[in-house]
Structure formats: C-alpha cells, structure tokens
Nanobody, 121 residues
Framework: QVQVVESGGGLVQAGGSLRLSCAASGSIFSINAMGWYRQAPGKQRELVAVITSGGSTNYADSVKGRFTISRDNAKNTVYLQMNSLKPEDTAVYYC???????????????WGQGTQVTVSS
C-alpha cells in the first residue's frame, strides 16, 4: 500500500530552475530518510541529495551550492529545489524513501517511478 510519487520534472534552459516534489503515502509507521537519485543515459544511478529524519542533509559534489533538499514531515513530502541548472543535470530523477510500513518491523527502500529533467543549452 505504500506509494512514492515524484512530480515537477520538465524541460528548462540552462541557468533556469525546477522544483521537484516527492510524496510518500499509505500505511507508513516511520520514515528514516528520503532523498533523490538520478540516472542519465548510459550511466549508473547516483545519489543527488538526502535528508534524514533528524534533518541532516548531504549532497553530491556536482550539485552542492545549486540544489537544496527540504521536507514537510506532516505531508511525508520531500522537495528538491534545483537552481542554476546545467545540461549535465539532464537525467531521470528518482525519489527514494527508507521507511517502515505499519505492518513491518523492518526498514525498506521504496522508489518512485522517476521524473524526467531535461536542461537545454
């Protein structure tokens, strides 16, 4: 019953901005962390940003200073504000949530379906 759904992707010119959203819903007991990964064609999926239940954050060096991850705990939602976008940011962005379902004692990784971000030069 747990679902993780991303939105906010699209096409933007270099130097522009986008804001991605990710909402976890369903029978959730607790969320340990939520974050964003991305995968460009022919490349492995890489971590972009993560935020823990305690509020600590971590960013890939390639996006540090340009991207900001934040959360709304009441809505089980995480956001990724992407500024000063570059063509090399073009990828499918995936939301990940590490959480415990209401019927599980164990932490499980859930993935969203992905949202395309395309940055034109």
């Amino acid at each position: 019953q747990v679902q993780v759904v991303e939105s906010g992707g699209g096409l933007v010119q270099a130097g522009g901005s986008l804001r991605l959203s990710c909402a976890a819903s369903g029978s959730i007991f607790s969320i340990n962390a939520m974050g964003w990964y991305r995968q460009a064609p022919g490349k492995q999926r890489e971590l972009v940003a993560v935020i823990t239940s305690g509020g600590s954050t971590n960013y890939a060096d390639s996006v540090k200073g340009r991207f900001t991850i934040s959360r709304d705990n009441a809505k089980n939602t995480v956001y990724l504000q992407m500024n000063s976008l570059k063509p090399e940011d073009t990828a499918v962005y995936y939301c990940a949530a590490d959480l415990k379902g209401s019927t599980s004692l164990y932490l499980i990784r859930y993935w969203g379906q992905g949202t395309q971000v395309t940055v034109s030069s």
